[in-house]
């Protein structure tokens, strides 16, 4: 019995060291492991670790087994893990990560361990698949969990650690299975990008079949990514060989010690680990700042346009579909972006300035009784118009405007021989503007006033 593992990580996680998904292989009971750590998850990779080495040691193909002390023992040590780790010294990076772990890690589990008569047991849990070919025709002989594409985007099971402390954990979510594997078989472990490429693919086992070395996958991946056939995800691949010796004997294709991948604004837009991190303990902080401004009256136009800001700038990396950036890591910051734009503001808005148009067209007013020797009876204009005037007008009413005005001026009885004189310009300014239509047009004007009640 042969095995040969292959794993590479995602281009967005440029070194080997931060790939999330995991393997393990018991030679002696013929145990072979797989798991995939989800990104939005805290610490998934650990999570992944642990499910895959506990599972090699300690195998649990029983529900009940795997439901009970097994997912114990793997909570266990996960949490005596975290605990080792030291707190962060920021107090917004150790709030961000106590907040983070409550969340918990998630992870996928495949595992079949295999008999001397090729009697094989399977147990799965989430996305990760089984292929079981004929050698060498390469002929699909079964699929599992999932036999097709549909079934297995529409998995959204995971080994939740927050399930299992709650004990919440549906038993539904695990699935086992037995059958006997003929003696030529070929069995496949595959995480889920590289699984559901073979789903719609099957003709692709040969490619990945001929696969000798490292850099053999390597070129297989490459290819498949330019092409736009593969998802930009972490990749493992564990194939059993199935002949005549019943030692199990196994090689491992991992990247070479110095490989990564070019760190490029286009393949690696957002910080990783430790640097991305911060960048969202800084983004809360300025968040909790933003709110305590805006409970302040006459601070509210900046934070404002200051929360618009970052929330468009962190719901974008959810919609920009940028090489490097999964699926996960954009769940992660659409959830950020959907926290900033949650922020409550509970203080009143300040009045917004109102803007009053009148329209004033001249209309005949109620005629004033005059005073005791008062002459303004002779202009016949009333007093306090709105009508705009003209510059060859506004000297003769100059006076007669506002009456009880600022620059009203008394009035004193013209002499008796001006009289006669007077009546007769007031008579030929008013047939002046009868025979002059376009000086009733021009009296109609628009005034604009703007409120400033507060």
């Known amino acids: 019995m042969q095995v040969k593992a292959f794993q590479l990580h995602k281009k967005g996680a440029v070194t080997y060291d931060k790939i999330e998904d995991s393997y393990a292989i018991n030679n002696e009971d013929h145990i072979v492991v797989v798991s995939d750590g989800a990104t939005q998850g805290y610490y998934s990779g650990l999570w992944a670790r642990i499910l895959t080495n506990e599972f090699a040691n300690r195998p649990a193909f029983g529900i009940n087994d795997f439901m009970g002390s097994f997912l114990q023992n793997c909570l266990n040590r996960f949490n005596a893990a975290l605990d080792q780790r030291p707190a962060p010294a920021d107090r917004a990076m150790a709030i961000l990560d106590r907040d983070k772990r409550k969340e918990g ?3 996928t589990l495949l595992a079949i361990q295999i008999s001397s008569d090729n009697r094989c047991k399977v147990i799965a849990c989430g996305d990760s698949n089984l292929f079981v070919y004929e050698n060498p025709a390469k002929k699909l002989i079964r699929a599992f969990p999932f ?3 549909e079934s297995l985007n529409g998995c959204h099971c995971f080994i939740d650690t927050r399930d299992i402390e709650q004990g919440k954990l549906d038993s539904s979510k695990i699935l086992s299975a ?9 069995v496949y472990l595959i995480t889920d990008a590289l699984s559901r490429h073979l789903l719609k693919q099957p003709l692709k086992i040969t490619a990945l079949d001929a696969c000798r070395d490292f850099s053999d996958f390597h070129s297989f991946a490459e290819r498949s990514w330019q092409n736009g056939e593969l998802e930009s995800d972490d990749l493992s691949m564990v194939k ?12 491992t294709f991992l990247p070479f010690l110095d490989f990564a991948f070019a760190a490029t604004p286009h393949d690696n837009p957002i910080p990783e680990g430790k640097q991305f991190t911060a960048l969202l303990a800084n983004m809360q902080q300025e968040i909790g700042r933003l ?8 601070r509210m136009i900046k934070p404002m346009l200051a929360v618009a800001m970052l929330t468009a700038v962190a719901s974008s990396f959810g919609v920009i579909k940028l090489a490097g950036i999964n699926s996960d890591m954009r769940k992660n910051i659409e959830s950020l972006g959907r926290r900033i734009g949650e922020v409550e503001v509970k203080v009143k808005a300040p009045p917004t300035p109102v803007v009053v148009i009148d329209t004033f067209v001249k209309k005949k007013a109620k005629p004033q009784l005059p005073e005791k020797n008062d002459t303004s009876q002779f202009s016949k204009e009333p007093a306090g118009s709105s009508v705009a005037q003209t510059p060859s007008t506004e000297k003769i009413n100059q006076g007669t405007a506002h009456p009880r005005g600022k620059n009203s001026t008394k009035n004193h009885p013209p002499k008796k021989d001006e009289r006669a004189k007077t009546a007769h310009q007031s008579t030929q300014a008013r047939q002046d503007t009868i025979n002059k239509p376009s000086l009733k047009t021009q009296s109609k004007g628009i005034t604009v006033h703007q409120s400033t009640k507060q």
């Open 105 to 107: 890690a998630y992870a």
């Open 147 to 149: 036999g097709d594409v």
């Open 178 to 186: 037995e059958w006997q594997l003929a003696p030529d078989s070929q």
């Open 240 to 251: 059993i060989s199935i002949d005549n010796i019943p030692e199990m004997s196994v090689q």
């Open 291 to 298: 709110k305590s401004s805006l409970q302040q009256p006459g």
